[in-house]
């Protein structure tokens, strides 16, 4: 569901640049396309690159809103929303366990104007921005361009927004014993992301594509490469 005051239509025909946390939202220069709307996810307010930026719309997943030694979200946090006047995502499916938190009633009650609830048919553990760029699809764009949906190679390549995270979560690895799985999970996303595309006549690319960790390369460079143009720019 959306509010009252999110304006579905804004988004129709436009170019959004969807931003995740994976090494290649810092690798490449996505910032010299253009486009009209940044949607992120998460830690985004870390990331250097985008500290002056605004950023239309955000997914936040249920880390943020358990209980600790805070009632309320991370102030950083709190700040950013409320300079860019950012919609918020806030999805069922993975985030129903924190509704009774104190943190997330605290949230709502700020920012319940602002929250779009939504989920996707799409689920797999290739994270938050795969889904946001279904959400984006949604809203009937011209372009959609994805950056920093990775997955991991295995080395020592740095999150672009959690500069004390290497690589994918521990959680992750604890699930599923290695990468392989996830790094299979954005190949799948590619490919779901590819046919919606086409059922709703949206140009897609994938902006990490060729570099070691985007493991959706493998597909998006086979059925929706890059232009020569967005190469030049991105260096």
Not at 79 to 91: P, Q, S, V
Not at 107 to 128: H, I, M, P, V
Not at 203 to 214: K, P, Q, R, T, V
Request: proline share 3%.
């Amino acid at each position: 569901t959306f509010p009252d005051n999110f304006n579905v239509e804004k988004y129709k025909d436009k170019k959004i640049m969807v931003i995740g946390g994976g090494p290649t939202t810092n690798a490449v220069k996505w910032e010299n396309l253009d486009y009209d709307f940044i949607f992120s996810c998460n830690q985004y307010y870390l990331c250097n690159k985008m500290l002056d930026m605004n950023v239309d719309v955000i997914t936040l997943i249920n880390r943020f809103f358990r209980d600790d030694d805070s009632t309320e979200i991370d102030k950083e946090l709190r700040d950013r929303l409320d300079r860019d006047n950012t919609f918020i995502g806030i999805e069922p499916y993975h985030s129903q366990e924190i509704y009774n938190t104190t943190k997330f009633q605290n949230f709502l009650e700020k920012y319940e104007d602002r929250c779009l609830f939504f989920n996707t048919t799409f689920q797999n553990k290739s994270g938050a921005a795969p889904r946001l760029a279904i959400l984006a699809a949604v809203l009937q764009p011209k372009v959609i361009y994805t950056v920093g949906i990775d997955g991991h190679k295995g080395g020592e390549t740095l999150h672009s927004f959690d500069k004390n995270q290497i690589g994918p979560r521990d959680g992750w690895h604890k699930v599923y014993g290695s990468n392989n799985v996830v790094n299979q999970h954005h190949i799948d996303f590619a490919e779901y992301l590819y046919e919606l595309s086409k059922e709703l006549d949206i140009e897609i690319y994938n902006l990490g594509a060729g570099h070691e960790d985007n493991m959706a390369s493998v597909f998006s460079e086979e059925n929706y490469p890059l232009t020569d143009e967005i190469k030049g720019l991105l260096k």
